[in-house]
């Protein structure tokens, strides 16, 4: 019997419509919600757990918290497809 894992199959898209990490889910197998976060190059939609940040999934940062806020909110951002 092996104990080789499969890898995590799932489509941006549906992680997306669930309000999941996609690259969290992909990359770590932990299905995190999508939220409004701040690094020094500015504010993005991303994930974290209770260690601190897991995935960045925007794209693109954002200027301010509310911009990120209204990105998320809306669905107008950019999902990254490799971190």
């Not at 197998?29 to 701040?38: A, C, I, M, S």
Request: no cysteine.
């Amino acid at each position: 019997m092996s104990s080789v894992s499969s890898p995590i199959v799932v489509d941006a898209r549906q992680a997306r419509a669930e309000s999941i990490g996609y690259l969290a889910l992909a990359y770590t197998g932990k299905r995190l919600p999508l939220d409004v976060h701040l690094s020094a190059a500015g504010h993005y939609i991303g994930t974290a757990d209770k260690d601190g940040p897991v995935s960045r999934e925007s794209e693109h940062y954002f200027r301010s918290y509310q911009a990120a806020s209204k990105a998320l909110t809306k669905g107008r951002w950019q999902q990254r497809l490799h971190p």
